[in-house]
């Protein structure tokens, strides 16, 4: 139990990026009803980007004053691949049957993926990203990294920001709209694509923040980090509710905290000794996925955002 607090912090650390990255998923889904399945290499490209700027940085620049820079690139070469995405690969294939689009995000995940493992010299290997040096912190008994402040504090200030920008704002209001009746939107004088643009863009740029975090955890980045955190991101939105933004958040704290419990302490139940530690984690993160389902097919929350308008 000494390890209790460490482990729930690291499943809410966790679990932060994974939100970050559901809400692309979320918000797409209840816009348009789109599964984006390419969301995790739009994620993985917002690394890379972040990445890019800092080398591009005079040497011996400062984390601390390049994390701006950073954050903003990654976020501008997310949004440019996301918008770019709903552009030219879904949007010709908005009225065709659910199958074609989808199809087109696995092949834009792979083009994407191959397309970053080309233009990087030895694009197979992990890239070397920045961290903090220094001591961590203790938590209410619990380690932090440096780095790890970084996703504690951005993961709410994009919530409340999200929150006040659907509720309050004009365009936000109009998402609403969007996301409950596109038609009747449409007659009402809501710009539907101007909308789905925005709901595209509002969800990579959240990707991007969480490629900054999940760089700044791990110290590399890769052109294939995308397909497991995409993949659990995705179980993020689902065990929230999916077209959920707030659900899409809380789910991927119950998954990260879920994932992080299981790996320390399954292995201490009788006869689960074999299905502890971090080999296992995955495994477990898709056990939580398939009870909610069984048990509460519509997510944690349940309802879409736009149910609420």
Not at 36 to 61: C, D, K, Q, R, W
Not at 223 to 238: H, N, Q
Request: aromatic share 10%.
């Amino acid at each position: 139990m000494s390890e209790l607090p460490q482990q729930l912090a690291n499943g809410l650390i966790l679990g932060a990026m994974y939100g970050l990255i559901a809400i692309g998923y979320t918000m797409v889904y209840g816009i348009v009803q789109l599964i984006n399945f390419a969301h995790g290499e739009i994620f993985m490209v917002g690394g890379f980007g972040a990445l890019s700027v800092y080398l591009a940085l005079p040497s011996g620049t400062s984390l601390i004053l390049a994390l701006p820079a950073m954050l903003l690139g990654g976020i501008a070469v997310s949004v440019l691949v996301g918008i770019g995405a709903e552009r030219f690969a879904y949007r010709p294939l908005r009225g065709a049957p659910r199958l074609a689009p989808l199809i087109t995000a696995i092949g834009l995940s792979i083009a994407l993926q191959q397309a970053i493992w080309k233009w990087y010299p030895d694009g197979k290997q992990a890239r070397v990203f920045p961290q903090f040096k220094g001591h961590a912190f203790e938590i209410l008994g619990a380690t932090v990294q440096r780095g790890d402040l970084f996703v504690l504090v951005a993961a709410p200030a994009c919530m409340i920001a999200l929150g006040f920008f659907v509720a309050k704002t004009r365009s936000g209001r109009a998402m609403q709209a969007t996301a409950q009746d596109p038609d009747t939107a449409k007659l009402m004088g809501i710009n539907t694509d101007r909308i789905i643009v925005l709901a595209f863009a509002i969800g990579a740029a959240f990707a991007g923040v969480a490629a900054v975090a999940y760089g700044l955890r791990t110290g590399e980045v890769q052109f294939r980090m995308g397909f497991i955190m995409g993949l659990k991101a995705f179980t993020a939105a689902v065990l929230g509710g999916i077209g959920n933004i707030y659900g899409a958040m809380l789910g991927g704290v119950v998954l990260g905290v879920a994932e992080a419990l299981a790996t320390a302490y399954i292995e201490d139940i009788p006869g689960m000794e074999q299905f502890g530690g971090g080999a296992w984690k995955d495994v477990w993160a898709f056990v939580l996925l398939i009870l909610v389902l069984l048990l509460r097919p519509q997510g944690l929350l349940g309802e879409r955002v736009a149910d609420r308008a």
